[in-house]
């Protein structure tokens, strides 16, 4: 098998100094092998040397402008240290040269949603979401940044298909509470969201503050009757 895809098989596999040693030595038999730089800044950025990284990624860009998965492995260095704007910048170069599939969306719509701008998420999320439907995660914040823009509706029906992959989705289930609540003022059947989310997850903060809220008004409004 070739180096490289040895390498990166080695490292799925958790075995890092094998895909180190593998990795190095095709960059020594091939020093104009971009793919070579990327992968060893792969490694790199597993084992936490992130800074060593980015001189692999900048290498890998230098030998090909086009060399799209280092811009992205940039651009993912940039989000991890929340730095936002930066990651951006990276993944929208990711984007310009050619990079396939839906991962490069949905992290430049998780900028976006970390920097409390869900209007500008919106695309991006949906984009990802359109590339692989099978993707719960980029779903998940697709509906999300749809009720954070007031779509409740649409934000339903995606969490909706969220839970139907995924039942035990626990901020799903939430987060349909809180849409149901705010598109029809229906506290029963929010609260029932919110039940099932504890039952998955009993620490869900939001969901037993939200139960505890409605469970007060509710004991309230009987009073007065």
Not at 115 to 140: C, H, T
Not at 181 to 189: T, Y
Request: hydrophobic share 40%; proline share 3%.
């Amino acid at each position: 098998m070739e180096k490289n895809a040895k390498g990166i098989e080695l490292l799925q596999a958790g075995k890092t100094e094998e895909a180190i040693k593998l990795f190095t030595e095709a960059i020594e038999e091939n020093p104009q092998d971009p793919l070579a730089y990327i992968n060893f800044g792969n490694v790199l950025t597993v084992v936490g040397e992130e800074s060593k990284a980015k001189r692999f990624f900048e290498r890998a860009i230098e030998i090909d402008e086009h060399a799209a998965p280092a811009y992205y492995s940039l651009g993912n260095i940039y989000y991890r240290q929340e730095k936002f704007q930066e990651a951006i910048a990276w993944y929208e170069k990711a984007i310009k040269h050619q990079l396939k599939g839906n991962d490069v969306y949905y992290m430049l719509g998780m900028c976006f949603m970390q920097m409390d701008k869900p209007r500008l998420a919106l695309p991006y999320l949906q984009r990802s979401v359109e590339l692989n439907g099978d993707d719960i995660e980029a779903r998940f914040q697709y509906g999300l940044s749809l009720a954070k823009n007031q779509v409740y509706n649409e934000a339903i029906n995606q969490l909706e298909q969220v839970i139907e992959k995924d039942p035990k989705h626990a901020d799903a289930h939430y987060n349909l509470g809180v849409a149901h609540i705010a598109l029809e003022e229906n506290a029963e059947i929010g609260l029932s969201y919110f039940k099932k989310a504890l039952q998955i997850q009993p620490d869900h903060m939001l969901a037993g503050y939200g139960k505890k809220i409605i469970e007060k008004s509710t004991a309230e409004k009987s009073k007065t009757k």
